[in-house]
């Protein structure tokens, strides 16, 4: 077995037509492993037939507490939502509302219940939990996890997440805006890390876009200054959002070139997230 291992992970399946079949066109092309599931998507019940039929896809759930909607009704998480069935649009405005308990703590309990049991429904094995801004780590969604995952197969997550959260806001918000919210949001996830030991997870995680524009050229290199252990790469192929290069990478995602790299290196196997649910 070889010394490197790399899960390179879709983020964002089911958001967009042009997503759903960028990812899939990287899976059958051999470089895509992994991809992450937002089930509220407009495009998510094709999305799931598509995954559904590539058992080696490794598919994971994107949860959606941040800049999206709800998969339960309005009526049943009022102090989540608004009148639109939307939850708010800033990761730190979601990081405070979530560390309130009592009632709002119910409410944030039932809606990841849902959206795991949309996901479960949909015939797939889940391999993972990530989600939008990480906000999976922080303390009180932990928790949450920590709990279903007596109920539900919940064995691993994505960990560590500081690269994913620094891209995330690196072309939507600058400024003492960023500062601000990098202040407050990095001890909270960095704690949520500490407490994530139960789940399984790779050892570093890499953004396949932080350099513009994404080639494949670029994705060969990233690929050689690989280190030991498990490294998940993270990607938006076909992503229509601005603060990605949707076109870049699902055009080094299915390229020969880079298949052909990863096929001639000996140190490094291609993984998923499955592989890494199933030594739980």
Known sequence: MADKG???TADD??????VNDA?????????????????????????????????GLGTGLHLVLCEGTSTLPRRHIPN?????????????????????GGGLRQELRAEIRAQVEKFLSGGLVLSYVSSSYSLHLLPSVLSILRELSLEYPIWA???????????????????????????AMRPALAWGRLRSGRFRGPDRVEILGRHRPVTEGGMVE???SLKSGVTELVCH????????????EA?????????????????????SYRDISEEA
Do not use: H, Q
Request: overall charge positive.
């Open 237 to 248: 192929p076909g992503s229509l959002l601005p603060r990605y290069d949707g076109v870049g």
């Open 80 to 100: 989540l939502v608004d009148a639109g069935g939307r939850f708010v649009d800033r990761p730190l405005e979601a990081m405070w509302l979530y560390r309130r």
């Open 157 to 183: 997550m994505r960990k560590p997440c500081g690269p994913t959260w620094k891209y995330s806001r690196e072309f939507v918000v600058g400024g003492w805006e960023r500062r601000a919210e990098n202040a």
């Open 23 to 55: 990812v899939m066109d990287g899976y059958d092309s051999g470089i895509i492993s992994s991809t992450g599931l937002r089930v509220n998507g407009p495009a998510s019940r094709s999305a799931m037939v598509s995954a559904s039929m590539r058992s």
């Open 6 to 8: 790399i899960i390179i």
């Open 13 to 18: 399946l089911g958001m967009y037509p042009e």
């Open 222 to 224: 990233l690929l050689a």
């Open 251 to 271: 055009a080094a995602l299915t390229s020969p070139m880079v298949r052909k790299e990863l096929a001639a290196r000996e140190d490094i196997d291609l993984v």
